[in-house]
T-cell receptor, first 115, second 111 residues
Framework: DGGITQSPKYLFRKEGQNVTLSCEQN?????MYWYRQDPGQGLRLIYY???????QKGDIAEGYSVSREKKESFPLTVTSAQKNPTAFYLC??????????????FGNGTRLTVT | SQQGEEDPQALSIQEGENATMNCSYK?????LQWYRQNSGRGLVHLIL???NEREKHSGRLRVTLDTSKKSSSLLITASRAADTASYFC???????????WGAGTKLIIKP
């Protein structure tokens, strides 16, 4: 079955440590996205990539970094510079390049807790 | 800034009843999408409606779009326990196709 796999489901880290969240898709989608979801709020875009070896900052990119070396993979690193990293992180993919005119496919998320 | 805002924030109904939730937005859009999110899971796409469309159906789901009022509604008919989830609308601005998300409506279906 085609889909998006995020791992791990739960991640616990100490403050000051960098952590990398994995996102893999086998839908052959060109575009991939990272969102952050906080309780009672809508999704906020961190980074997106429309093609391999290219990515763009979203609304809340500070303290995060990404890479897109393969079409299938779009890992997100939460760095120690991110002031409030505890959140639910969602990876999505789409046929792109425009977000609004085609549906997004989401992974099941990674819940990151930093103490 | 928040473009889409769902209303109500929470809704609790009996199984078998219809559930209606609304989404309002501030500026012109190209498209509006509705998604469902079960607790602790990713979002699942339900329906995409374009700005030149007024109504779309998918099974027990009916979405309407009123561009003059800048609002959309999602109707779930004959609700089931499995419909318990949060429902989000996402809009893209007329001049920018990036999606902007509302905070969601939490729907609880009581058996």
């Amino acid at each position: 079955d085609g889909g998006i796999t995020q791992s791990p489901k739960y991640l616990f880290r100490k403050e000051g440590q960098n952590v990398t969240l994995s996102c893999e898709q086998n839908l052959n989608h060109d575009a991939m996205y990272w969102y952050r979801q906080d309780p009672g709020q809508g999704l906020r875009l961190i980074y997106y990539s429309q093609i391999v070896n290219d990515f763009q900052k979203g609304d809340i990119a500070e303290g995060y970094s990404v890479s897109r070396e393969k079409k299938e993979s779009f890992p997100l690193t939460v760095t120690s510079a991110q002031k409030n990293p505890t959140a639910f992180y969602l990876c999505a993919s789409g046929t792109g390049p425009l977000l609004g005119n085609s549906p997004l496919h989401f992974g099941n998320g990674t819940r990151l807790t930093v103490t | 800034s928040q473009q889409g805002e769902e209303d109500p924030q929470a809704l609790s109904i009996q199984e078998g009843e219809n559930a209606t939730m609304n989404c309002s937005y501030k500026t012109s859009i190209n498209n509006l999408q509705w998604y469902r999110q079960n607790s602790g899971r990713g979002l699942v796409h339900l329906i995409l409606i374009r700005s030149n469309e007024r109504e779309k159906h998918s099974g027990r789901l009916r979405v309407t779009l009123d561009t003059s009022k800048k609002s959309s509604s999602l109707l779930i008919t004959a609700s089931r326990a499995a419909d318990t989830a949060s429902y989000f609308c996402a809009t893209d601005l007329d001049s920018n196709y990036q999606l902007i998300w509302g905070a969601g409506t939490k729907l609880i279906i009581k058996p």
